[in-house]
């Protein structure tokens, strides 16, 4: 080991323990990223109502790790399509934005049709649903902090305040036959709809447009919990199916560098180490690189070979393949470097070469006239050879300028 290459590892080590010192001795910025990821303690994951899903429902909780249509396609009579699904109960899905492929959505309204629920907290949620149940939605608030109400048990509306996270989005028309509102966000004591919930066949459809409502965050404060806490108590009694969008393990890198790609200085270290020894194998490469051979490249051959197989067939004196070989080898330059079609050989023909080539119109008769009688006779001697090869020769040389 030479002492440049000593020099070098000298100061990436020493560089990597300094990152990693002042890394350990800064505090751990807060990632506010809205992930709705179920095993994320960060302030918009669902770390807390992951665990304490179990204590807000009583019943049988089962978490989906498939698409919805794969589940409850599995649990559907199609014997006896009366009888319908043999399960029964609501289904539960909350993330930043709807991302439910539309053959899950179909399964789901179908398992709602038979008398179940669905609820499904999102900020927004695509076209096609709001077609099949009619209401649509726009943001009309943008400030930090958002009043909300909801309906309690007395029909009595309570009046709840979020800042961080929440959002304005509000329902701006729906099925008034068919849907009742039970939350608004306020704004200037106007109420705009934000938890509804949509009668479908015999069942219903709870919308509700603030996620973030069941984040780790407004979960540690006791008077947005009681707000979810309402929220929830609309949902029917019965198993729940559970479907985290961003599946349970999400959170969880089975990468074995995963402590150092977590930690940031780590992070950042890592790579700068990687790069540098990118550079440092390029550069040592580059000096020690032997010198590469130059190898002269194969000489063509086919003028001679050519050549050679032309002189074989004119010693056996066989003038008629010549002949046959030399006029194919005419038509299909013509074909090649002027496009034409070769199938007809008439006055025609010879116009429009004669045109493309700008070689004399009688040449060109005088060449088709020979290629045709070689073809009619068969019987051709060296002094017909000849003469079609001159013909030839003087309409595909290139036109001098």
Same mark, same amino acid.
């Given at each position: 080991?030479?002492?440049?290459?000593?020099?070098?590892?000298?100061?990436?080590?020493?560089?990597?323990?300094?990152?990693?010192?002042?890394? %350990?001795?800064?505090?751990?910025?807060?990632?506010?990223?809205?992930?709705?990821?179920? @095993? %994320?303690?960060?302030?918009?994951?669902?770390?807390?109502?992951?665990?304490?899903?179990?204590?807000?429902?009583?019943?049988?909780?089962?978490?989906?790790?498939?698409?919805?249509?794969?589940?409850?396609?599995?649990?559907?009579?199609?014997?006896?399509?009366?009888?319908?699904?043999?399960?029964?109960?609501?289904?539960m899905a909350i993330d930043e934005n709807y991302t439910i492929d539309p053959t899950s959505s179909n399964e789901i309204l179908t398992f709602v049709d038979q008398g179940n629920t669905a609820f499904l907290s999102m900020k927004t949620f695509p076209k096609y649903l709001k077609d099949s149940?009619?209401?649509?939605?726009?943001?009309?608030?943008?400030?930090?902090?958002?009043?909300?109400?909801?309906?309690?048990?007395?029909?009595?509306?309570?009046?709840? &305040?979020?800042?961080?996270?929440?959002?304005?989005?509000?329902?701006? %028309?729906?099925?008034?036959?068919?849907?009742?509102?039970?939350?608004?966000?306020?704004?200037?004591?106007?109420?705009?709809?934000?938890?509804?919930?949509?009668?479908?066949?015999?069942?219903?459809?709870?919308?509700?447009?603030?996620?973030?409502?069941?984040?780790?965050?407004?979960?540690?404060?006791?008077?947005? @919990?009681?707000? &979810?806490?309402?929220?929830?108590?609309?949902?029917?009694?019965?198993?729940?199916?559970?479907?985290?969008?961003?599946?349970?393990?999400?959170?969880?890198?089975?990468?074995?560098?995963?402590?150092?790609?977590?930690?940031?200085?780590?992070?950042?270290?890592?790579?700068?180490?990687?790069?540098?020894?990118?550079?440092?194998?390029?550069?040592?490469? /580059?000096?020690?690189?032997?010198?590469?051979?130059?190898?002269?490249?194969?000489?063509?051959?086919?003028?001679?070979?050519?050549k050679t197989i032309g002189n074989l067939y004119y010693q056996e004196g066989n003038h008629n393949t010549m002949m046959e070989k030399k006029s194919i080898f005419f038509l299909e330059k013509i074909r090649q470097e002027y496009g034409l079609d070769t199938q007809k050989l008439d006055t025609?023909?010879?116009?429009?070469?004669?045109? /493309?080539?700008? /070689?004399?119109?009688?040449?060109?008769?005088?060449?088709?006239?020979?290629?045709?009688?070689?073809?009619?006779?068969?019987?051709?001697?060296?002094?017909?050879?000849?003469?079609?090869?001159?013909?030839?020769?003087?309409?595909?040389?290139?036109?001098?300028?």
């Amino acid at each position: 080991m030479n002492k440049s290459l000593k020099i070098y590892i000298f100061i990436l080590v020493l560089l990597f323990a300094v990152i990693t010192w002042v890394d %350990s001795n800064r505090p751990k910025p807060i990632d506010w990223t809205e992930n709705f990821e179920s @095993y %994320s303690k960060t302030p918009f994951g669902l770390f807390i109502f992951n665990q304490e899903k179990e204590a807000l429902f009583k019943d049988s909780i089962y978490t989906l790790n498939e698409s919805p249509f794969e589940f409850f396609d599995a649990h559907y009579n199609y014997e006896d399509e009366d009888e319908g699904y043999s399960i029964s109960g609501n289904f539960m899905a909350i993330d930043e934005n709807y991302t439910i492929d539309p053959t899950s959505s179909n399964e789901i309204l179908t398992f709602v049709d038979q008398g179940n629920t669905a609820f499904l907290s999102m900020k927004t949620f695509p076209k096609y649903l709001k077609d099949s149940l009619r209401f649509d939605l726009q943001n009309i608030y943008f400030q930090d902090n958002i009043s909300m109400n909801i309906k309690g048990k007395s029909n009595s509306f309570q009046e709840y &305040t979020f800042s961080t996270g929440a959002h304005g989005y509000a329902f701006v %028309s729906y099925d008034t036959l068919n849907t009742q509102v039970l939350g608004n966000l306020k704004l200037e004591n106007t109420l705009y709809p934000n938890f509804i919930q949509i009668n479908y066949g015999k069942g219903q459809v709870l919308l509700h447009l603030q996620p973030v409502a069941f984040t780790n965050y407004y979960l540690l404060k006791k008077n947005n @919990y009681s707000y &979810t806490e309402s929220v929830l108590s609309y949902i029917p009694k019965g198993n729940l199916y559970w479907y985290p969008n961003k599946r349970l393990n999400s959170g969880i890198s089975n990468s074995p560098l995963r402590f150092i790609l977590n930690q940031p200085g780590l992070r950042w270290a890592w790579y700068l180490f990687l790069i540098s020894m990118l550079f440092f194998m390029i550069f040592r490469a /580059k000096r020690t690189q032997r010198i590469i051979p130059i190898l002269k490249p194969l000489p063509n051959t086919t003028v001679e070979f050519i050549k050679t197989i032309g002189n074989l067939y004119y010693q056996e004196g066989n003038h008629n393949t010549m002949m046959e070989k030399k006029s194919i080898f005419f038509l299909e330059k013509i074909r090649q470097e002027y496009g034409l079609d070769t199938q007809k050989l008439d006055t025609d023909f010879c116009q429009k070469l004669h045109n /493309k080539t700008g /070689k004399d119109l009688e040449l060109i008769e005088k060449a088709i006239h020979l290629i045709k009688k070689h073809r009619q006779t068969q019987n051709n001697s060296e002094a017909d050879l000849i003469e079609l090869n001159s013909v030839i020769e003087k309409i595909i040389e290139p036109t001098k300028k």
